[in-house]
C-alpha cells in the first residue's frame, strides 16, 4: 500500500553540489508531477510528465531536470544547488488517459532540501 | 496568468464550530476541483472531490461549487482541534479536462480551531 514514494526524505547540500530526487509510484498512474512548497507560496509546478516517455516544464522549472525512468520512476536533479532552491519537494502522480484527467493528484510524503 | 486564490487566514474558530473555507479560480473552463488537508510538516492529503454545481457531503464535510461564479468552498462542521491545518484548494484548469492532470493550486488557508 505505498503509493508514491520519495527518497530522500531530508537531505542538506552545499552550494554548487548535485542530487537526484526520487520518486516511484505503485498505482499505475500514466502522469507524474514534481511540486516545490515554500512558506507562503503554495505548491508550484516545477516539471511533470504526462506519461511514459514525455515531460514538460512547469511554473518554475530553471535550475532543475527531470527523467521518466518508466512508467513508475520520475526523478528530479538539481545539476548545481543554489540557496534558492532550498524548499520542500514533493511528487505527485494520477491516472490520465489522452491528456484527460479529472482524478486527484496523490502526493509522496516530500523532501526537506536544504541548500547552505 | 490562471489563478486560484484563497484567504490565507489564519482563520480561528472554537471547537464544534462551522469553518468556511473559500477558493476562486480564474479559468472559467475549469472541470474539476479539489481540497487537500496538509498538516506541518506533511504531506497534502485529498478530503474532497467536486466535479458539478452544487453540493457534496462526506462526513463533517461539504464541497460547495458555483462554476458561473467561478468559486468553490469547503465547509466542516462540527470543527474539531484535529481539523487544524492548512488547506488547499486545487483547481484542473484543462478546457474538457485536458491537461494532463495539471492542478493549480491555491495558496492555502491556515485553520486553526481552538477548544
Known amino acids: 500500500n505505498a503509493g508514491v514514494t520519495q527518497t530522500p526524505k531530508f537531505q542538506v547540500l552545499k552550494t554548487g553540489q548535485s542530487m537526484t530526487l526520487q520518486c516511484a509510484q505503485d498505482m499505475n498512474h500514466n502522469s507524474m508531477y514534481w511540486y516545490r512548497q515554500d512558506p507562503g507560496m503554495g505548491l508550484r509546478l516545477i516539471y511533470y510528465?504526462?506519461?511514459?516517455?514525455?515531460?514538460d516544464k512547469g511554473e518554475v522549472p530553471n535550475g532543475y531536470n527531470v527523467s521518466r525512468l518508466n512508467k513508475r520512476e520520475f526523478s528530479l536533479r538539481l545539476e548545481s544547488a543554489a540557496p534558492s532552491q532550498t524548499s520542500v519537494y514533493f511528487c505527485?502522480?494520477?491516472?490520465?488517459?489522452?491528456?484527460?484527467?479529472?482524478?486527484?493528484?496523490?502526493f509522496g510524503d516530500g523532501t526537506r532540501l536544504s541548500i547552505l | 496568468q490562471k489563478e486560484v486564490e484563497q484567504n490565507s487566514g489564519p482563520l480561528s474558530v472554537p471547537e464544534g464550530a462551522i469553518a468556511s473555507l473559500n477558493c476562486t479560480y480564474s479559468?472559467?473552463?475549469?472541470?474539476?476541483f479539489f481540497w487537500y488537508r496538509q498538516y506541518s510538516g506533511k504531506s497534502p492529503e485529498l478530503i474532497m472531490s467536486i466535479y458539478s454545481n452544487g453540493d457534496k457531503e462526506d462526513g463533517r464535510f461539504t464541497a460547495q461549487l458555483n462554476k458561473a461564479s467561478q468559486y468553490v468552498s469547503l465547509l466542516i462542521r462540527d470543527s474539531q482541534p484535529s481539523d487544524s491545518a492548512t488547506y488547499l484548494c486545487?483547481?484542473?484548469?484543462?478546457?474538457?479536462?485536458?491537461?494532463?492532470?495539471?492542478?493549480?493550486f491555491g495558496q492555502g488557508t491556515i485553520l486553526t480551531v481552538h477548544p
Open positions: 510528465s504526462a506519461s511514459e516517455g514525455t515531460t
Open positions: 486545487a483547481v484542473n484548469m484543462g478546457a474538457g479536462g485536458t491537461s494532463y492532470g495539471k492542478l493549480t
Open positions: 479559468d472559467r473552463g475549469s472541470q474539476s
Open positions: 505527485a502522480s494520477t491516472g490520465t488517459g489522452g491528456g484527460f484527467s479529472n482524478q486527484p493528484q496523490h
